[in-house]
Each structure stands twice: as structure tokens, then as C-alpha cells.
């Protein structure tokens, strides 16, 4: 009898663990660039907690930046704030003051 727990094709996981697996380097580098950020081995330990799908979920949070419009400029730093402040309660310190 067919699994009824996941409907997601082995192929698209495939390619959702791969495009997670680039997306937590890209973010260990974007986020360790912050003013009060953990070290890279500390957001990397977070990243790998996460699952997959929690991953692409918080970069799906930043939006492409082709114009540079200021307002999308602002709010991508804001998400990646809230991504430092969680990689730093991951390793139970403080977020960084505001």
C-alpha cells in the first residue's frame, strides 16, 4: 500500500534538499555579515536544526533585489535581522539591540 504521509515526488525532495543545502551556505555567509551576529559555526548548527523546508521558507522571505528599491532593500534587512536574532537564540544569547 502506497505512503499517504508525504505527497512529494522523490524528485522534487531531491531538489528541495538540494536547493536547501545552498541556501544554508548562502545564509551562514548573508547572516554572519550582520552587526551582532553569532559566529558562522553557530548560524551554520541553526541552519542544519532546520528542516528543508523551514530553510527555503525563511529564505523565500527575501525578495530579489534587481532594482534596488529601497522598501524591498529595508525589509530584506529586517528578515535577515529576525534570521540573526533566531541563530543567536539558538545558542541562547540575547538578540541584538535594535
Known amino acids: 500500500m502506497p505512503s499517504t504521509t508525504s505527497t512529494i ?3 522534487d525532495r ?3 534538499r538540494l ?6 551556505g548562502d545564509l551562514v555567509d548573508t ?10 559555526e553557530q548560524i551554520a548548527a541553526w541552519l542544519t536544526c532546520l528542516g528543508d523546508e523551514e530553510v527555503l521558507d525563511r529564505m523565500s ?3 530579489a533585489t534587481d532594482t534596488y528599491d ?12 529576525g534570521l ?3 541563530a543567536l537564540a539558538f545558542g541562547g544569547k540575547e538578540p541584538f539591540e535594535r
Open 70 to 81: 529601497p522598501d524591498v532593500v529595508l525589509r530584506n534587512l529586517e528578515v535577515l535581522k
Open 31 to 40: 547572516v554572519g555579515q550582520l552587526e551582532g551576529s553569532p559566529r558562522a
Open 9 to 11: 515526488s522523490a524528485a
Open 19 to 24: 536547493g536547501a543545502a545552498s541556501v544554508r
Open 84 to 86: 540573526r536574532d533566531e
Open 61 to 63: 522571505r527575501l525578495k
Open 14 to 16: 531531491h531538489r528541495q
